[in-house]
């Protein structure tokens, strides 16, 4: 059975502050790695997506990949209360269709003001 | 750009009822899904179409699901007879069809079952 865990949190950070989002996967296949953003009672959005070990960064958000590890995190710089939700972390289902996602349950995030 | 239509946004039905979701994906979107999201879980994968094929449907319960992509644009999910257990939100979601294409999701479909 291929898992996705992470932290269900709540996850509670000062506005401002640096959040750290972690998840690690069992498929050590998976080559595609996703964080979706979910507001409560809304439907998932992409945030970034990451294939290379090492970091990749897009404005507030920087992904970072260790496959050795099997390893993914999300920080969000400079937190605010607008980031307040859950974020999913998603890993290719290695050896299924095309664009198979594997889903972890979601961290909830929680910026303080 | 529109995006992922789906109707109806919230059911409720008694068990062993018929219920049926429907679902428009964003135009020239090839690849279609469906998720099922109970609360405090992630989204769980219950069928993939590529145009109007099936390429994955390993987690749909068979035995009372059903789903169809007709012409390769809109799609249907049917749950006949329900249960307690699918009680939660079904989500559709389209994209292009390659691994790192981006899947966009429809409002989903809270379904309770009584």
């Known amino acids: 059975q291929k898992e996705v865990e992470q932290n269900s949190g709540p996850l509670s950070v000062p506005e401002g502050a640096i959040a750290s989002l972690n998840c690690t996967y069992s498929?050590?296949?998976?080559?595609?790695f996703f964080w979706y953003r979910q507001y409560s009672g809304k439907s998932p959005e992409l945030i970034m997506f990451?294939?290379?070990?090492g970091d990749k960064e897009d404005g507030r958000f920087t992904a970072q990949l260790n496959k050795a590890s099997q390893y993914v995190s999300l920080l969000i710089r400079d937190s605010q209360p607008s980031d307040s939700a859950t974020y999913l972390c998603?890993?290719?289902?290695?050896?299924?269709?095309?664009?198979?996602?594997?889903f972890g349950k979601g961290t909830k995030l929680s910026v303080k003001p | 750009e529109a995006g992922v239509a789906q109707s109806p946004r919230y059911k409720i039905i008694e068990k062993r009822q018929s219920v049926a979701f429907w679902c428009n994906p964003i135009?020239?979107?090839?690849?279609l899904y469906w998720y099922q999201q109970i609360l405090g879980q992630g989204p769980k994968l219950l069928i993939q179409f590529q145009n109007n094929g099936v390429v994955d449907d390993s987690q749909l319960p068979k035995d009372r699901f059903s789903a169809e992509r007709l012409k390769g644009v809109d799609s249907t999910l049917k749950i006949q007879p329900a249960k307690l257990e699918d009680s939660a939100v079904y989500l559709c979601a389209s994209s292009l069809g390659g691994t790192s294409d981006e899947q966009f999701f429809g409002p989903g479909t809270r379904l309770t079952v009584l």
């Open positions: 498929d050590r296949g998976s080559q595609s």
């Open positions: 990451i294939y290379s070990n």
């Open positions: 998603a890993v290719e289902n290695y050896g299924g269709s095309q664009g198979n996602l594997i």
């Open positions: 135009s020239g979107h090839a690849t």
